[in-house]
């Protein structure tokens, strides 16, 4: 299995409030992502990295925000959480940007219940 | 209308059938086509991977793309309990990886 951790795994938080998502790999991989998981929605990118420092948007990134200090770091931060933002949180890892392979690493996830 | 239309299902079979799940596209700059699974509470795993139309066989398992029709399937022979669980098509091309919304399959012994 691919070393990657996602922390906290389970999140009830309340509307308004901020929410930090952590993503540790231990792969030493450059490219690492982060997408929300929804029903009739599939995995929906949010925002990715392709280095310490270097990121960008994906398609749903509006109301996230995330860093990246260390390579083996990808934080995901919600600055003020809303209910639309209730979800399933995966991390995933790639060592090639391009992905001609389609081989994406996922994390297990984190469920974030916004009330 | 999506990129990737995939059929949700639930889709529950028994025991040592044949199990076909599709996808449909309608962005022609895809090229590379792949099958993750996701077992429940866990996230996806590359299953499969093709590249241009045809067929691709890894055991018990057969990817087939068909890009004049816009339409990839996977084939799962003998199907096994073990084989339940959430399977999401993908697809690459022009700088975007799109996921279709997964099929549901349970295999019952």
């Known amino acids: 299995d691919a070393g990657i951790t996602q922390s906290p795994r389970h999140k009830v938080t309340e509307t308004g409030t901020p929410v930090t998502l952590r993503c540790h790999q231990t792969?030493?991989?450059?490219?690492m992502y982060w997408y929300r998981q929804d029903p009739g929605h599939g995995l929906r990118l949010i925002h990715y990295?392709?280095?310490?420092?270097?990121?960008d948007k994906g398609e749903v990134s509006d109301g996230y925000s995330v860093s990246r200090s260390k390579t083996e770091d990808f934080l995901l931060t919600l600055e003020s959480a809303t209910s639309s933002q209730t979800s399933v949180y995966f991390c995933?890892?790639?060592?090639?940007?391009?992905?001609?392979?389609?081989?994406?690493?996922f994390g297990e996830g984190s469920r974030l219940t916004v009330l | 209308q999506k990129e990737v239309e995939q059929d949700p299902g639930p889709l529950s079979v028994p025991e040592g059938a044949i199990v076909s799940l599709n996808c449909t596209y309608s962005n022609s700059a895809f090229q590379y086509f792949m099958w993750y699974r996701q077992y429940s509470r866990k996230g996806p795993e590359l299953l499969m991977y093709?590249?241009?139309?045809g067929n691709k066989e890894d055991g018990r398992f057969t990817a087939q793309v068909d890009k004049s029709s816009k339409y990839i399937s996977l084939f799962i022979r003998d199907s096994q309990p073990s084989d339940s669980a959430t399977y999401l098509c993908?697809?690459?091309?022009?700088?975007?990886?799109?996921f279709g919304q997964g099929t549901r399959l349970t295999i019952n012994p």
């Open positions: 093709t590249y241009s139309s």
């Open positions: 792969e030493n991989h450059r490219y």
């Open positions: 990295s392709y280095g310490v420092k270097d990121t």
């Open positions: 993908a697809m690459e091309g022009a700088q975007k990886l799109v």
């Open positions: 995933a890892i790639s060592e090639s940007g391009d992905r001609n392979t389609g081989e994406l690493f």
